[in-house]
């Protein structure tokens, strides 16, 4: 039961990270069209800079977070001036090919930026944990819990900062106006440009804050302790079998898909070895895309994703 807790809790955390990409891939979705195939390398970049804030320029991990989720924003939106504006009109497969090729060039440019070379983001939690109902134990400097539940600290910031951020985000979707625009735009883009909003700037802001909340995943990312490497930018992808699972237009979705895939593949990785380990190591990597075909088969615009009846 211990064991069980204590997965959890981990892929609760884990799981909240998951949710914050998805809501930017939805959020991007929702006012464009286009599946946002570069937002891993905006990822890492914002890993990036929050660890140029926090290491280089001795920034609480407080400031550091918010400031480079406000620089990615502008990364974000300045690349979807540049490189997606002009494809407007298009077929979406084309602009989501774009995104490809922004993803291999932004990802050429962190590995540039990190110079084979790890980093950290100066995180408060590092390894402390909580341990309920057992001995604290300490070997190394690592936190151990006998007989009880250990919980890791940076669990429980990941799951709050995460929740709170996309809760915020999604009031100020739901009450302001400029949150009504893009709720407009994300419907019907025509319509919306009759009653008068600029779509343009819509799709702008909409790059922005899926930028923002890239930069946001990936301090959440770095802040347990590990270090990072331009490569950990393909934990995002992760986040697709999330989204497809919740629903590709749908925020409720992203939340519950990240979760679910948390909570999963905490349990696969905590289980898989005592009760089926002919299934081989990291098993848990596979788990977000069985339940991805799962969902697929029963409910194929996931699970709080928008029916579309097409009649011919």
Not at 199 to 217: K, P, T
Request: charge should be positive; charged fraction near 10%; glycine fraction near 12%.
């Amino acid at each position: 039961m211990n064991a069980l807790l204590s997965s959890l809790a981990t892929g609760l955390g884990q799981g909240a990270v998951y949710a914050v990409i998805a809501v930017g891939f939805v959020i991007i979705y929702r006012a464009t069209g286009v599946l946002n195939f570069a937002q891993p390398a905006l990822l890492i970049l914002g890993t990036f800079a929050t660890s140029v804030f926090a290491t280089e320029m001795g920034l609480p991990f407080w400031v550091a977070v918010p400031l480079a989720m406000i620089v990615l924003a502008g990364v974000s939106a300045g690349v979807e001036r540049i490189a997606i504006r002009p494809m407007v009109g298009r077929p979406p497969f084309s602009a989501a090919i774009v995104t490809v090729g922004l993803f291999i060039v932004l990802l050429v440019i962190a590995f540039r930026l990190f110079d084979s070379k790890s980093r950290t983001v100066g995180d408060p939690w590092q390894l402390s944990a909580i341990c309920l109902g057992g001995e604290v134990t300490e070997s190394f400097g690592v936190t151990g819990c006998t007989g009880g539940v250990q919980i890791y600290e940076n669990a429980i910031a990941r799951f709050v900062i995460a929740l709170a951020v996309i809760g915020l985000l999604g009031l100020w979707l739901t009450r302001s106006k400029l949150g009504l625009a893009m709720r407009a735009t994300s419907l019907d883009q025509e319509t919306a440009l009759a009653q008068g909003i600029n779509v343009g700037r819509m799709f702008s802001i909409s790059w922005a804050i899926g930028g923002g909340m890239a930069a946001l995943a990936g301090a959440l990312l770095a802040a347990n302790g590990s270090v990072v490497q331009a490569t950990d930018a393909l934990f995002a992808l992760v986040a697709l079998p999330a989204i497809i699972i919740g629903g590709l237009d749908s925020l409720k979705g992203a939340v519950v898909g990240g979760l679910i895939v948390g909570v999963a593949m905490a349990l696969t990785k905590t289980y898989q070895p005592q009760f089926a380990p002919w299934l081989g190591a990291n098993f848990e990597n596979v788990i977000p895309y069985l339940l991805m075909l799962v969902v697929l088969l029963i409910r194929p615009y996931g699970l709080f994703g928008t029916r579309e009846v097409q009649r011919v």
